[in-house]
Structure formats: structure tokens, C-alpha cells
């Protein structure tokens, strides 16, 4: 035909197009090489913490970690008749850190009730006037609640008086006059009030907190410390509704008064069961640890003060709970109460607490075992459960976490439980990286879930169906602050993890992963551990360099894309051809199935065989670290005739189109 007519016009056109410009200048992703990133970025947060040595590339803490304590006294009481709780508090704030803090931050979450509030997803049930300060104490100096602080002051004139600014935001700031020395401890006195919203237009846990006049769920319900941390300082992310918290670790001890005959539960332990309990109900508790049956400690129709309780007009629950960072509680009317056992490894038994109201009583038929399976599970799989007790509290929102306590029935047992973990015991800056709590727990409740049905686990697959969702504008890459993540915070925070970690036991193993999760755990049990800290932890636990992983999973939202090209075998040695046409590399893993009959298969040292005509062979990912699209894969197993050959035979590396990955590319249509 004419083909050197064509070539040249071809040259002629080529020429005169780039003389214009008009050439597209993107190359085609078949052809054009791709860079990969071998390191994960360093923010100038996590910068700061390294030349502190707060923290360092081991992932542990660094030597020179600290973190802040706040101890809470709380004394508050809740009137039914107007839904509000009123309190006074005493935080005592341990500046561990080392340096001067010039203001004390607070956080204020029932201010997203208030009308006019900033808020993600959630919508309270009521509007109402949030959390109500009416007096701040700061080393027993009065703060004025009215003053119009001034920001940026200058230096000349120092304030002459404290004031505070925010109180009607979720964070507030306490501007001081004398700075809180490195290692001093000061005492911040707090009088508020806030009313708890119901009614049936609340969207999103803890935007309802309350059933009628009848029972109350109230969470977040206190003036809290805000996170001080060594890599942001203070934490000023306001509350918005869908991602939680991050809280400081400290003691509580609480003093909660109801009416009488109301059934209160709570995170720590009632120190004082003598006087709100009656004397049949205390015989019932000393039963809970004997056997994992379910104890009734009090009954339906054991109601109002002297028979639900013991007898008075107002009744004062006390709790007091150690190492943890919030305090939740419920109490109702009529709330049935059940309790039965969980035996922690290394520990003993620990008695699960159930409290609900007799219209929900079949939501909680299973929520004993659920609870105690998670409890038993999850402490031998990551660490022990460290907490004396555990509460199921019934309520409006059913499906949420605080330290020893869950809101939620049966229907989310398992997940709620699994926060005990993160983050109760690690706690994780849940504001910022929601999938270190979240997602973490997703993956956890797969291996739970699997163990509740005597079955294997298996994360085959989940890796790879990443590649069917990515590249929607929607998907805030994970490292993205939750607050920001918008429509794709639920695939951010709790979708995307275990498919990150299906992949990453498709590289090490599952058990490597889960492993050096549990050393993680220990390592950061009762600290704050950043994403870097995570990352460099299991580079070092699993000894290799996954950087480039984690920049691909945390960073973007770039998939693998592999695909088998071409296959060619002469005198017995095989080449397959490669491609990828995503941005993130994998190791290149073949199955190769033989024929059952033939010359007898040599040894591979990168094969490992699965039976007598199986063979799964692996090269790194460090082949595509030249940024080449295709890689020859050459084995040599001799003259045995090849039926099939699959590229990522279990679904660990995200791919949209898995068809391509077998060869010969027939044997996958159907
Ligand atoms: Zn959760």
C-alpha cells in the first residue's frame, strides 16, 4: 500500500503541528513512564515533632514524648423537668509539655445545638442554648465572661485581665495573664449548664440525646479540655458532628444526681452502691462474675425509689474511672438492667453491664454474648481490655463509643466494642485521621466477624475492588483532615482501611500485619501516636520499606491497574509481560497452573508451590521503582505446558478491570 506516502505525511504534519504548539503534550498512559514516590510527604507538623524528638522514624514514642493529663471532678445534676443538666468541675490540667501555654482551650460540643452553629452531616434534634458557662476559675482567679478579648495584642500593654472568647463555639480559648509553666498543674473551675435535645428531627449520632422526659443519654455533655499536642499545639478542629474526638487521658471522678428510682450508668466504677442501690440489687451484682449466664439486677417491674433503687426523693450516683479520656452516662425511669461476664486474658472476668428500656428488650436478647465474644476477642487479638467494667446504655443514639461504655444495642456490639481499642486504649486524633479509629476497627470487625463463625478470615478481594471505586472527585485522600473529607467521609474514615491493609497483607502476609498491629497497640496504649507514627511502626515491624505503600494508600487515590500483556515461552521459559497502568506499583504476583501431565516442573526460587500443578510466583514492587509500564516477568520452570496464568490471583492490588489479568485472555470470558 501507500506507507511511505503516509509516514511522510505523517513527519510533515508532526513538524508543522509542534511548530504550532498544537500538539498534545500528555503522552498516552500505555507509553508514558510513570515516577513513583518512594517516601511518604513529612507536614511541618510531623517535622517539628522529629526535631523535638517527641517522635522519630522507629514509630515509637521518641525520647523526648509527652503528652498533657487532665483529672476531672464533675458534680452535676439532671432535672427532668427542664432536660438540663447543670454542673460545676474541676479540671486539673498537667502541663507535661515543654513549653508555656499562654491560653487553655476548651472544647464545647453541645454548642452544635446552638441555632446558628457550624455543623458536617448532623442535625440536632432541638436547637438549644448549647453548653452554658456562667463562671471560669483559672487558678481561682475569676475569668470575665463578658469581655471582648482582644487578638493579636500587642505587646506593649499586657492583659490586664482573663477573658475567654468562643463560648458560644465548640472551642473556646482562656486567655491567660501568667502563662502555665513547662511541668506545672493548674486548676480550672467551670460552672455550666446545658439542656440535652430531643425530638424526632435529629440526624446523626449524639444529635439526640434524650427520650422524652424519660431517658437521657447525655455524651460530650461537660466543658472538656481541648488536645494539646506536640505537633499542632493546641487542637482548634471545631466539632461538627461526624468525626469525634481527641481527647487528653486523665481521672475522673464523678458525681451524678437524679431522681430517685432512675437507674444510672456510666463509664468507670459506682463507688457507691450502698446508697443508690437496693439491697437485692447488690446480692444480684455479686453473682455477675460466678458464670457467663445474665443476671437480672433489676427488673421490669421493680420501679421507683426503694424498689429500682434505694429510697429518697434525689439519689447521688459516684463514679470513678482512671486512664481515661471522656466520660459518658445514661439513666432513665424505667431502664431494665441485666449484667453478665467477659474473661480477659490475663485479667479475669469483668462483669458487661446492659441497661435499657423494656420496649427495646429484644434488641439486647444478644448484646450480652456480642459483647462478650468482642471483649474476649479483640484483648487477645491487639491487647488485654484494660477497663474494670463494660455498659451497653440504651437511648436514641445506638452506635456510639466512650471509654467503658457503649451506646448501642446488639446491632453495632461488635464495632462499638472494638473502640475500646482506638480510641479508648490508643488514642488516636480522631478529628483529623478518622480512618485510625474507624477504619482500623472495620478491619478488626472482619477477623471478629469471621471468628464468630468458626471460619477463616479472608481479605481476598478487597484490595483489588478499591480500583472499582477510585478516581471519583468526591474521595478525600485519608490523610485529609475528616472534618474536610465532605461526602466521602464514610469511605475515607471507615471504607478505605481495609482495603489498605487487604493489600498490605497481600505484600508481607495477613498474620505479619495483624502482628505488628498488636505490637503497635502495646506500643501506643494510652498515647497519641500520629499516622507517621503508624506508618514508620510497621516499616519497622515488618522490616521493609513501604513508603511508597503509604504514600499511595494515605496520600492519593491513585490503584494499580495490572494486566497480563503477552505471554511468549521458548524451550521452556516463560515471559509474561506486565502492565500497569495506574499510578501506584505492586509486587507482581502470578498463579501459574499447569497441565497435569509432562516433563516434571523445576525449581523457581521465587515460586511457591500451592499443590502438585500450582506454582504462585513474586517479584517486589521494587520493579516498577524505574517508572517503566511493563515489567518481563521470566520464569523457568521447564517444558510443562502452561494452562493459565492470573496476575494478583487473591485481589489485594486495586484494579478496575480484573479480566485482563488472565492469560489466556479468553479463559475469562464466560
Ligand atoms: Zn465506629
Same mark, same amino acid.
Given at each position: 500500500?501507500?506507507?511511505?506516502?503516509?509516514?511522510?505525511?505523517?513527519?510533515?504534519?508532526?513538524?508543522?503541528?509542534?511548530?504550532?504548539?498544537?500538539?498534545?503534550?500528555?503522552?498516552?498512559?500505555?507509553?508514558?513512564?510513570?515516577?513513583?514516590?518512594?517516601?511518604?510527604?513529612?507536614?511541618?507538623?510531623?517535622?517539628?515533632?522529629?526535631?523535638?524528638?517527641?517522635?522519630?522514624?522507629?514509630?515509637?514514642?521518641?525520647?523526648?514524648?509527652?503528652?498533657?493529663?487532665?483529672?476531672?471532678?464533675?458534680?452535676?445534676?439532671?432535672?427532668?423537668?427542664?432536660?438540663?443538666?447543670?454542673?460545676?468541675?474541676?479540671?486539673?490540667?498537667?502541663?507535661?509539655?515543654?513549653?508555656?501555654?499562654?491560653?487553655?482551650?476548651?472544647?464545647?460540643?453541645?454548642?452544635?445545638?446552638?441555632?446558628?452553629?457550624?455543623?458536617?452531616?448532623?442535625?440536632?434534634?432541638?436547637?438549644?442554648?448549647?453548653?452554658?458557662?456562667?463562671?471560669?476559675?483559672?487558678?481561682?482567679?475569676?475569668?470575665?465572661?463578658?469581655?471582648?478579648?482582644?487578638?493579636?495584642?500587642?505587646?506593649?500593654?499586657?492583659?490586664?485581665?482573663?477573658?475567654?472568647?468562643?463560648?458560644?463555639?465548640?472551642?473556646?480559648?482562656?486567655?491567660?495573664?501568667?502563662?502555665?509553666?513547662?511541668?506545672?498543674?493548674?486548676?480550672?473551675?467551670?460552672?455550666?449548664?446545658?439542656?440535652?435535645?430531643?425530638?424526632?428531627?435529629?440526624?446523626?449520632?449524639?444529635?439526640?440525646?434524650?427520650?422524652?422526659?424519660?431517658?437521657?443519654?447525655?455524651?460530650?455533655?461537660?466543658?472538656?479540655?481541648?488536645?494539646?499536642?506536640?505537633?499542632?499545639?493546641?487542637?482548634?478542629?471545631?466539632?461538627?458532628?461526624?468525626?469525634?474526638?481527641?481527647?487528653?487521658?486523665?481521672?475522673?471522678?464523678?458525681?451524678?444526681?437524679?431522681?430517685?428510682?432512675?437507674?444510672?450508668?456510666?463509664?468507670?466504677?459506682?463507688?457507691?452502691?450502698?446508697?443508690?442501690?437496693?439491697?437485692?440489687?447488690?446480692?444480684?451484682?455479686?453473682?455477675?462474675?460466678?458464670?457467663?449466664?445474665?443476671?437480672?439486677?433489676?427488673?421490669?417491674?421493680?420501679?421507683?425509689?426503694?424498689?429500682?433503687?434505694?429510697?429518697?426523693?434525689?439519689?447521688?450516683?459516684?463514679?470513678?474511672?482512671?486512664?481515661?479520656?471522656?466520660?459518658?452516662?445514661?439513666?432513665?425511669?424505667?431502664?431494665?438492667?441485666?449484667?453478665?461476664?467477659?474473661?480477659?486474658?490475663?485479667?479475669?472476668?469483668?462483669?458487661?453491664?446492659?441497661?435499657?428500656?423494656?420496649?427495646?428488650?429484644?434488641?439486647?436478647?444478644?448484646?450480652?454474648?456480642?459483647?462478650?465474644?468482642?471483649?474476649?476477642?479483640?484483648?487477645?487479638?491487639?491487647?488485654?481490655?484494660?477497663?474494670?467494667?463494660?455498659?451497653?446504655?440504651?437511648?436514641?443514639?445506638?452506635?456510639?463509643?466512650?471509654?467503658?461504655?457503649?451506646?448501642?444495642?446488639?446491632?453495632?456490639?461488635?464495632?462499638?466494642?472494638?473502640?475500646?481499642?482506638?480510641?479508648?486504649?490508643?488514642?488516636?486524633?480522631?478529628?483529623?485521621?478518622?480512618?485510625?479509629?474507624?477504619?482500623?476497627?472495620?478491619?478488626?470487625?472482619?477477623?471478629?466477624?469471621?471468628?464468630?463463625?468458626?471460619?477463616?478470615?479472608?481479605?481476598?478481594?478487597?484490595?483489588?475492588?478499591?480500583?472499582?471505586?477510585?478516581?471519583?472527585?468526591?474521595?478525600?485522600?485519608?490523610?485529609?483532615?475528616?472534618?474536610?473529607?465532605?461526602?466521602?467521609?464514610?469511605?475515607? =474514615?471507615?471504607?478505605?482501611?481495609?482495603? *489498605?491493609? %487487604?493489600?498490605?497483607?497481600?505484600? #508481607?502476609?495477613? !498474620? $505479619?500485619?495483624?502482628? &505488628?498491629?498488636?505490637?503497635?497497640?502495646?506500643?501506643?496504649?494510652?498515647?497519641?501516636?500520629?499516622?507517621?507514627?503508624?506508618?514508620?511502626?510497621?516499616?519497622?515491624?515488618?522490616?521493609?520499606?513501604?513508603?511508597?505503600?503509604?504514600?499511595?494508600?494515605?496520600?492519593?487515590?491513585?490503584?494499580?491497574?495490572?494486566?497480563?500483556?503477552?505471554?511468549?515461552?521458548?524451550?521452556?521459559?516463560?515471559?509474561? =509481560?506486565?502492565?500497569?497502568?495506574?499510578? *501506584?506499583? %505492586?509486587?507482581?504476583?502470578?498463579? #501459574?497452573?499447569? !497441565? $497435569?501431565?509432562?516433563? &516434571?516442573?523445576?525449581?523457581?526460587?521465587?515460586?511457591?508451590?500451592?499443590?502438585?500443578?500450582?506454582?504462585?510466583?513474586?517479584?517486589?514492587?521494587?520493579?516498577?521503582?524505574?517508572?517503566?509500564?511493563?515489567?518481563?516477568?521470566?520464569?523457568?520452570?521447564?517444558?510443562?505446558?502452561?494452562?493459565?496464568?492470573?496476575?494478583?490471583?487473591?485481589?489485594?492490588?486495586?484494579?478496575?478491570?480484573?479480566?485482563?489479568?488472565?492469560?489466556?485472555?479468553?479463559?475469562?470470558?464466560?
Amino acid at each position: 500500500m501507500n506507507m511511505r506516502i503516509t509516514l511522510l505525511a505523517l513527519l510533515t504534519t508532526v513538524s508543522v503541528a509542534s511548530a504550532q504548539q498544537t500538539v498534545p503534550l500528555r503522552k498516552s498512559i500505555e507509553t508514558s513512564k510513570r515516577s513513583i514516590r518512594l517516601d511518604v510527604p513529612m507536614t511541618n507538623s510531623i517535622r517539628k515533632a522529629f526535631t523535638a524528638g517527641t517522635r522519630d522514624f522507629t514509630g515509637k514514642p521518641g525520647p523526648n514524648y509527652w503528652q498533657l493529663e487532665a483529672d476531672y471532678n464533675i458534680n452535676a445534676s439532671l432535672d427532668p423537668a427542664t432536660q438540663t443538666i447543670t454542673g460545676t468541675e474541676k479540671i486539673s490540667v498537667h502541663n507535661n509539655s515543654k513549653d508555656e501555654l499562654r491560653n487553655i482551650v476548651l472544647r464545647l460540643d453541645h454548642n452544635i445545638f446552638r441555632a446558628e452553629a457550624q455543623r458536617g452531616a448532623s442535625v440536632p434534634a432541638e436547637a438549644t442554648d448549647g453548653m452554658v458557662l456562667t463562671s471560669i476559675k483559672v487558678a481561682g482567679a475569676p475569668v470575665d465572661l463578658t469581655a471582648t478579648p482582644t487578638f493579636g495584642r500587642s505587646t506593649a500593654t499586657p492583659p490586664s485581665k482573663l477573658t475567654v472568647s468562643g463560648l458560644t463555639q465548640t472551642v473556646a480559648s482562656i486567655n491567660l495573664i501568667e502563662p502555665i509553666k513547662a511541668g506545672a498543674t493548674v486548676e480550672v473551675e467551670i460552672a455550666w449548664h446545658t439542656k440535652l435535645p430531643g425530638g424526632t428531627i435529629g440526624r446523626g449520632h449524639r444529635m439526640t440525646q434524650r427520650f422524652d422526659d424519660k431517658l437521657f443519654q447525655p455524651t460530650q455533655w461537660y466543658p472538656r479540655l481541648a488536645k494539646y499536642d506536640d505537633l499542632r499545639g493546641w487542637e482548634t478542629s471545631p466539632y461538627l458532628g461526624p468525626s469525634e474526638f481527641y481527647n487528653n487521658f486523665g481521672k475522673f471522678d464523678v458525681y451524678l444526681t437524679v431522681p430517685g428510682g432512675w437507674i444510672v450508668s456510666g463509664t468507670g466504677v459506682l463507688q457507691n452502691p450502698k446508697e443508690v442501690l437496693t439491697a437485692t440489687a447488690q446480692q444480684r451484682l455479686a453473682t455477675v462474675l460466678n458464670s457467663d449466664d445474665e443476671v437480672t439486677i433489676v427488673g421490669e417491674s421493680e420501679k421507683g425509689p426503694g424498689k429500682s433503687t434505694a429510697p429518697g426523693d434525689k439519689l447521688t450516683w459516684h463514679f470513678l474511672a482512671d486512664k481515661v479520656n471522656d466520660f459518658a452516662w445514661a439513666t432513665a425511669e424505667n431502664f431494665i438492667w441485666k449484667a453478665t461476664r467477659a474473661t480477659i486474658p490475663g485479667k479475669g472476668a469483668i462483669p458487661i453491664h446492659m441497661v435499657f428500656a423494656p420496649e427495646r428488650a429484644k434488641s439486647f436478647e444478644k448484646a450480652g454474648q456480642i459483647a462478650r465474644h468482642a471483649l474476649e476477642f479483640y484483648s487477645k487479638l491487639w491487647a488485654p481490655y484494660p477497663f474494670p467494667q463494660f455498659t451497653m446504655q440504651d437511648g436514641p443514639s445506638a452506635g456510639m463509643e466512650y471509654p467503658m461504655v457503649i451506646n448501642s444495642n446488639q446491632g453495632a456490639a461488635d464495632h462499638e466494642t472494638a473502640h475500646q481499642w482506638w480510641p479508648m486504649v490508643v488514642g488516636n486524633n480522631e478529628t483529623r485521621y478518622g480512618w485510625m479509629d474507624e477504619g482500623f476497627n472495620q478491619y478488626m470487625n472482619i477477623l471478629s466477624g469471621a471468628d464468630v463463625r468458626q471460619r477463616a478470615y479472608s481479605l481476598d478481594g478487597l484490595g483489588q475492588s478499591y480500583g472499582r471505586s477510585s478516581g471519583s472527585e468526591s474521595e478525600a485522600p485519608m490523610m485529609w483532615s475528616a472534618n474536610d473529607a465532605g461526602s466521602g467521609y464514610s469511605f475515607q =474514615t471507615y471504607g478505605k482501611t481495609p482495603l *489498605m491493609l %487487604s493489600m498490605l497483607g497481600g505484600i #508481607v502476609g495477613d !498474620e $505479619a500485619v495483624i502482628n &505488628a498491629m498488636k505490637k503497635y497497640t502495646a506500643t501506643w496504649s494510652f498515647k497519641h501516636p500520629s499516622p507517621w507514627d503508624y506508618m514508620f511502626f510497621m516499616n519497622n515491624e515488618l522490616n521493609q520499606d513501604l513508603e511508597w505503600f503509604w504514600y499511595y494508600w494515605l496520600f492519593t487515590t491513585e490503584t494499580v491497574e495490572g494486566s497480563i500483556q503477552d505471554v511468549k515461552t521458548v524451550k521452556g521459559k516463560t515471559t509474561v =509481560t506486565v502492565h500497569e497502568a495506574g499510578q *501506584m506499583p %505492586s509486587p507482581v504476583v502470578l498463579k #501459574v497452573e499447569f !497441565e $497435569a501431565a509432562g516433563p &516434571a516442573l523445576k525449581a523457581v526460587a521465587n515460586a511457591k508451590m500451592i499443590d502438585a500443578t500450582t506454582a504462585v510466583v513474586t517479584w517486589p514492587a521494587s520493579v516498577w521503582f524505574n517508572g517503566n509500564r511493563t515489567f518481563n516477568a521470566v520464569m523457568d520452570f521447564g517444558e510443562r505446558k502452561i494452562k493459565k496464568i492470573t496476575f494478583d490471583p487473591n485481589g489485594r492490588f486495586p484494579d478496575a478491570n480484573v479480566a485482563d489479568n488472565i492469560w489466556p485472555r479468553e479463559q475469562s470470558v464466560k
